[in-house]
T-cell receptor
């Protein structure tokens, strides 16, 4: 069974204090890893898709990287508006699980001014 | 420019009283999903439709059913809600990469928060 594990569960940062979130996965034959942002009481908002080890993507203060076993979401000089839960997800193996994502439980980031 | 719309945003029902949640999309995506998300947990897939083909997850209780009358709309019916069914219900859509306009993104709606009294 595909497993996605995120750490830490919660992260409290001061404004400007850079940090990283981790997402490790056990699915074989990775066909993409997705990062989402979820604000309280709202649906997940798509951030990035990564497909191959070594790939990096950036959006404002966020940068996502991918290795063969894990992905990192780096938050550089965060601001209070970066406070949210960050979810990662991977699709199933090719076949009947093609269209289904396995989600991690998320990392809740709180950035204090 | 809402692309995945869920109604209502908040739903309160009584124990055992049937409830229907709705989802509509303007993306013309083939696949529509229903997830259940409880506090501080990952979204849990209940079922999905690929066009009209219904795919139920093995551990989805019989209490949960779904209808997709056309491409744009999908409904989640909870026949006899229990206290344990209180959660956020998320609808998402997807168009496979192999189809025109398809990519690997699942688009989520804003969710419906269900309270069971």
């Amino acid at each position: 069974e595909d497993q996605v594990t995120q750490s830490p569960e919660a992260l409290r940062l001061q404004e400007g204090e850079s940090s990283s979130l981790n997402c490790s996965y056990t699915v074989s034959g990775l066909r993409g890893l997705f990062w989402y942002r979820q604000d309280p009481g709202k649906g997940p908002e798509f951030l990035f898709t990564l497909y191959s080890a070594g790939e990096e993507k950036e959006k404002e203060r966020l940068k996502a990287t991918l290795t063969k076993k894990e992905s990192f979401l780096h938050i550089t000089a965060p601001k209070p508006e970066d406070s949210a839960t960050y979810l990662c997800a991977v699709p199933g193996r090719r076949g009947s699980n093609d269209y289904k994502l396995s989600f991690g439980a998320g990392t809740t980031v709180t950035v204090r001014a | 420019d809402a692309m995945v719309i869920q109604n209502p945003r908040y739903q309160v029902t009584q124990f055992g009283k049937p409830v229907t949640l709705s989802c509509s999309q303007t993306l013309n995506h083939n696949v529509m999903y229903w997830y259940q998300q409880k506090s501080s947990q990952a979204p849990k897939l209940l079922f999905h439709y690929y066009d009209k083909d219904f795919n139920n997850e093995a551990d989805t209780p019989d209490n949960f059913q779904s209808r997709r009358p056309n491409t744009s709309f999908c409904f989640l019916d909870i026949r006899s809600p229990g206290l344990g069914d209180a959660a956020m219900y998320l609808c998402a859509t997807y168009r496979p990469v192999g189809l025109a306009g398809g990519n690997n993104e699942q688009f989520f709606g804003p969710g419906t928060r269900l309270t069971v009294l």
